[in-house]
């Protein structure tokens, strides 16, 4: 499968931690935003997502916080396990479009 | 409910030559995208079917790459020739038509490696 992990910025933390993947957005206009999870040899699976009109939304065990003003997005993942250990994506969608365009990624790595 | 399959998993090529992707969406997801992940990189739109449709082709990098959704079932991406810039994993998606959620279900990709 692919090496997802390779080049990419890397946040190491231990197994029961929280963590926290960062994503700077470029679009002013972007009123969707959304994570996507990919394990290795697999494709992106969709996590949480979160509209303009937020600066927060709760899942489980996922939180996303999103500041405008910086365009500015987080991942919060609490009570961090192995089997998350992925590359993170965040999209943003600009109003109009149905187009999710992606960052770089984000490998998170955890050791048990 | 089968997921989005893709075939195939690994192609390796030389340049020069000719491959076809292919993918089988989810059934009853009008949408359909296409996606390419260069090693280390992010994930760059390729293009947008609505059903039989092409939406938005505007990420196609150019003409060696032709993307067709007969019936508006599955979608075959042709690459031809091969270049070398061309390795990358090529991801499909799908999702349904209506209220927009920004779901996007993927298969699992196809490894493409041009030599």
């Known amino acids: 499968g692919e090496s997802v992990g390779l080049h990419l910025p890397t946040l190491s933390v231990q197994e029961g931690d929280n963590s926290i993947i960062n994503c700077a957005y470029s679009n002013s206009a972007s009123d969707y935003f959304i994570w996507y999870k990919q394990e290795s040899g697999k494709g992106p699976q969709f996590i949480i997502d979160?509209?303009?009109?937020?600066d927060k939304r709760q899942g489980q065990r996922v939180t996303v916080l999103l500041n405008k003003t910086v365009k500015h997005l987080s991942l919060q993942i609490a009570a961090t396990q192995p089997g998350d250990s992925a590359v993170y994506f965040c999209?943003?969608?600009?109003?109009?479009?149905?187009?999710?365009?992606f960052g770089r990624g984000t490998s998170l790595i955890v050791h048990p | 409910e089968a997921g989005v399959t893709q075939f195939p998993s690994h192609s390796v090529i030389e340049k020069g030559q000719t491959v076809t992707l292919r993918c089988d969406p989810i059934?009853?997801?009008?949408?359909l995208y296409w996606y390419r992940r260069v090693m280390g990189k992010e994930i760059k739109f390729l293009l947008h079917?609505?059903?039989?449709?092409?939406?938005?082709e505007s990420g196609m990098p150019n003409n060696r790459f032709l993307a067709e959704r007969t019936g508006g079932t599955y979608s075959t991406l042709k690459v031809q020739p091969a270049e070398l810039e061309d390795s990358g994993v090529y991801f499909c998606?799908?999702?349904?038509?209506?209220?927009?959620?920004?779901?996007?279900?993927f298969g699992e990709g196809s490894r493409l490696t041009v030599l």
């Open positions: 998606a799908s999702s349904r038509l209506g209220p927009y959620t920004g779901e996007l279900f």
């Open positions: 999209a943003e969608i600009p109003g109009g479009s149905y187009i999710p365009t």
């Open positions: 979160i509209r303009s009109n937020m």
């Open positions: 079917f609505v059903k039989e449709s092409k939406q938005d």
């Open positions: 059934s009853g997801h009008d949408n």
